[in-house]
């Protein structure tokens, strides 16, 4: 198991290094211009100049290169730092900049980590909550009423998208009721129990609208997984040997159902991370999405080429985690 | 009823005649406001974005300013310097602004005429990419004459001195804070751009890239009395939909910025009660660039240039008046804009010592005028019902950029050209293309691969004669100078660059103005463009908020300051 975990962690370096050249690359060529929303009013020689001052005046590869070593180098080096205090070298570095605030990309991913974190990451876990009792019931009660509705619902989450759900709550919620707030105060601190309330308003509708499609999702794989094992040979000799049906649902066949979501769950949690672009814009919750969102619209290249690069690596680590969860529930699945 | 209308009465007294003794700084509260795009950087001159502009007008400020009524204005100066008081000098070659005694920055230090004289060296250093550069053209050298006195040395004589230091584009920055922020060191400098001293109302309390920004009211803000509000949040994201819903139906917000969105919608959520929608209008005329060349495929890299000949009808006058004829503007404002739209004529919209009247004919739809007009030129119907002369079939190729009230319109016009018999192929390219300069797309309004193509251009400030170089010859894009250039038009005409050169050398507003108005007429009878819309910036406000002056000129935020909360 250990060998096979080091080994995919070796195998993913190149994968990863390939990745992050391809991104690049595709950045490049995509038809685009970090001046290209300036008003009208700056001249195509400052145009220009701004551009060279970007670094944009560089060939591709060099380009490729000197980015390869702000992150993978000078950003790793930084990190270190600031944890351990150390100073490494003159702690003079180039840093990978947003080219529309200047500012390091790190610092700003780092700067909306929390909300993306508290938002989206809370509604994936109220998705799965929701999700697996209604996946349970659903696949042992096939077919009655409570299986129908189960469907009709996860159907909905499906196949109704969140610029819709998420713009409805706000019509009906905000401006029609005026419970939740429409626009998500970022710079809110909790300290107290009524600024604790404010904060679960603010949350509500995101949270809502993201665990609506991430429950529909995953209840969709607990009732499938439900109904395979239901209906396995070791369910019978359950019951035969007088176990009550309570144990019988939710130990055996529950434990045993669970492996295949728990794989899926795992291989979810990149995008939790990744954010949701269109709900965070839609409740102006300003985390992971819309930073990746604001950078493409603003051609701002190096953040763009950061953020889905760090997706990637996240992806591509979570794959290695789902294999190996699934080695680890699964005693007849071994790695050699 | 009485008792109450007298308090009114009071009240209202109060306010007109001592509200500078009565008010005291801070005492309104919190003010929210929103911009969909979210603030990226508190500098001007290293972000030249609208938002990031707006936002940094409430910390940092310039010499002087144009009012919502398009006038210049001393800010941090004693007085506009003229030729007549003598601040510009005889020769056209200098200016000499006299800055305010007692000027703090938001530390409490002196703002010196040392500050001015870096803010220009920090804008014009080749390394720093500065974005505002065109607001410092022909600055020869700025020097502090002493403390309050600064020069401004041009390297020829310059009628329009009012370039550096003047509008939110050209802010005075604190030199003990940016000295080593100077060239390539400019973009490093993230506390310095994201929390600039000021003299301004406000100061940053804390700044989140992209995402929102907090001001805290300057305590060493010249006058004591203000500004109204003690805090500020400038919260950004979303879109203008949402913006709009924000303040004027559910209330979280009391101003929202560049709400474009369908004036159907927006009159809707305005009758919810809780805020008013009000626009500013300026020089921002959306219009139609004819090309002039030939942008036939065949012509491969003579495509769209002047090497490639004349355009086969365009070039006809009749067919450029029957085109414009047959528009109906009253429409396209009503569908496209609502109360952000007026009809216009012509490209230079105002101020009104700007605006000419000669060009009138096309606020008026005339679809049997246009018909006839083509007619008498000669061009003739066909069985599809496009018109022909000589084998050229009148069938244009429209293109601008993807938005949904330009598609509104491009359809309309369609439309009405199909009418007049004019057949009309439709195009939308995204806005980052057609803006975006890529030299390798063919798909940029610079390289101009279509026939007619819609867009809006505006000129800043109130002096015209940077955007009227616009359309002469030197000025049209072709490949030699990698298509850069703003003559989409390809306009030609020695006398309107003649006209050009006069007006470069020719000082006094109301002159000035009768040159831009010539300038104009010729653009517009010789067919260069076909005016549509003279667009507003529609902003949102609560209705509590007051003191707002919506500002074309400059700033929407620019009398900030001032604003305060109905009690």
């Known amino acids: 198991m250990f060998n096979y975990t080091l080994r995919r962690l070796i195998f993913t370096v190149p994968v990863l290094l390939f990745i ?317 | 009823m009485k008792l109450t209308s007298g308090l009114l009465g009071a009240a209202a007294l109060a306010a007109s005649t001592g509200t500078a003794a009565l008010a005291e700084r801070g005492s309104d509260g919190h003010l929210n406001i929103l911009y969909w795009q979210a603030v990226s950087i508190m500098n001007p001159f290293l972000s030249g974005g609208t938002k990031d502009v707006h936002a940094a007008s409430m910390v940092i400020e310039p010499l002087a300013r144009y009012d919502d009524g398009g006038q210049l204005i001393p800010w941090l100066v004693t007085e506009i310097p003229t030729v007549e008081n003598g601040g510009i000098s005889a020769d056209l070659m200098s200016i000499t602004w006299k800055i305010t005694p007692g000027l703090k920055w938001s530390d409490e230090s002196d703002f010196t005429a040392d500050d001015v004289a870096f803010t220009a060296g920090y804008c014009m250093n080749p390394d720093g990419g500065c974005q505002q550069l065109t607001k410092f053209s022909d600055v020869d050298s700025v020097e502090a004459l002493d403390p309050l006195t600064v020069k401004v040395n041009f390297s020829k004589p310059k009628p329009f001195p009012y370039g550096p230091f003047v509008g939110m584009e050209s802010p005075v920055i604190q ?176 101020p009104d010592y700007n605006m000419s009247t000669a060009n009138d004919e096309c606020l008026v739809q005339d679809v049997a005028k246009a018909n006839q007009i083509l007619d008498e030129a000669g061009w003739s119907r066909g069985a599809d019902g496009v018109r022909s002369k000589d084998g050229v079939r009148l069938s244009i190729l429209f293109q601008t950029s993807t938005n949904a009230v330009r598609q509104d319109t491009q359809a309309l016009i369609k439309a009405w050209w199909e009418e007049i018999g004019v057949e009309t192929e439709l195009k939308n390219v995204d806005a980052a293309v057609f803006f975006g300069g890529d030299q390798s797309s063919p798909d940029t309004y610079q390289k101009f691969y279509a026939d007619i193509e819609m867009y809006t251009n505006l000129f800043p400030g109130t002096d015209a004669e940077t955007y009227m170089t616009n359309w002469t010859c030197g000025e049209i894009p072709n490949p030699s100078n990698n298509w850069l250039g703003f003559n989409m038009p390809r306009y030609c005409n020695p006398n309107y660059d003649a006209l050009v050169t006069k007006l470069a050398s020719t000082s006094g507003t109301e002159t000035r103005g009768e040159i831009v108005k010539q300038l104009n007429d010729m653009l517009m009878q010789e067919g260069a463009m076909i005016p549509l819309i003279n667009r507003g910036t529609t902003i949102g406000h609560a209705n509590s908020l007051e003191g707002i002056r919506l500002n074309a000129w400059d700033s929407h935020l620019w009398n900030i300051a001032d604003w305060t909360r109905a009690k």
Not at chain 1, 67 to 86: A, R, Y
Not at chain 1, 166 to 181: A, E, K, R, T, Y
């Open chain 2, 175 to 350: 030199k003990a804070q940016f000295e080593n922020c100077v060239g390539a060191n400019a973009p490093n400098c993230t506390a310095e751009n994201f929390a600039p001293h000021g003299t301004g109302p406000f100061r940053v309390a804390d700044f989140k890239a992209n995402d929102v920004v907090s001001f805290e009211a300057n305590p060493h803000y010249r006058d004591a009395a203000k500004p109204g509000f003690a805090t500020v949040t400038f919260k950004g994201g979303g879109d203008a939909a949402a913006a709009a819903r924000a303040v004027l139906e559910t209330g979280e917000f009391d101003y929202a910025w560049n709400l474009q969105i369908d004036p159907v919608i927006l009159a809707q959520m305005e009758a919810a009660g809780r805020g008013k929608v009000a626009a500013a209008f300026s020089n921002s005329v959306e219009r139609l660039m004819v090309n002039l060349t030939n942008p036939s495929p065949d012509l491969a890299d003579a495509r769209s240039t002047l090497e490639g000949g004349p355009h086969p009808f365009l070039t006809d006058p009749a067919v450029r008046r029957a085109l414009s004829v047959a528009i109906d503007r009253g429409t396209l404002a009503e569908v496209g804009y609502g109360f952000a739209g007026q009809p216009t004529c012509n490209v230079v919209t105002a």
């Open chain 1, 20 to 336: 992050s050249f391809i991104i690049f690359l595709l950045l490049d060529l995509a038809p685009n211009d970090p001046t290209g929303n300036l008003p009208m009013t700056i001249p195509p020689e400052v145009r220009e100049k701004i551009r060279v001052s970007l670094g944009l005046g560089e060939p591709i590869h060099i380009r490729y290169l000197l980015w390869c070593k702000q992150f993978f180098i000078n950003e790793p080096l930084n990190i270190l730092e600031q944890v351990t205090g150390w100073t490494i070298g003159d702690g003079e570095r180039l840093r990978v900049r947003s080219w529309s605030t200047r500012s390091p990309v790190v610092d700003l991913i780092v700067e909306r980590l929390p909300q993306t974190l508290w938002v989206v990451g809370l509604s994936y876990v109220v998705g799965i909550l929701i999700a697996v009792p209604i996946g349970v019931l659903s696949a042992y009660r096939q077919y009655s009423w409570f299986d129908q509705i189960g469907t009709f619902i996860s159907m909905i989450g499906f196949s109704v998208p969140t610029f819709f759900t998420g713009v409805l709550m706000i019509v009906v919620f905000s401006v029609g009721l005026g419970w939740f707030p429409s626009i998500y105060d970022t710079t809110h601190e909790v300290t107290n129990w009524e600024s604790f309330i404010y904060q679960l308003r603010q949350m509500a509708m995101p949270v809502f609208v993201l665990a609506l499609y991430t429950a529909a999702q995953i209840s969709r794989f607990m009732r499938a997984s439900m109904l395979d094992n239901l209906n396995q040979d070791y369910v019978r000799t359950a019951r035969a040997k007088g176990l009550t049906e309570k144990t019988v649902v939710l130990v055996h066949v529950l434990r045993n159902s669970l492996i295949p979501v728990v794989t899926v769950i795992a291989l979810g949690v990149p995008q939790v991370f990744g954010g949701a672009i269109i709900t965070e814009q839609v409740f102006k919750v300003n985390g992971l999405g819309q930073l990746l969102i604001t950078g493409i619209q603003g051609a701002d290249i190096p953040l763009v080429q950061t953020l889905t690069f760090i997706f990637a690596v996240l992806i591509v680590l979570f794959n290695l985690v789902a294999d190996i969860l699934y080695g680890l529930l699964d005693p007849r699945v071994r790695y050699e």
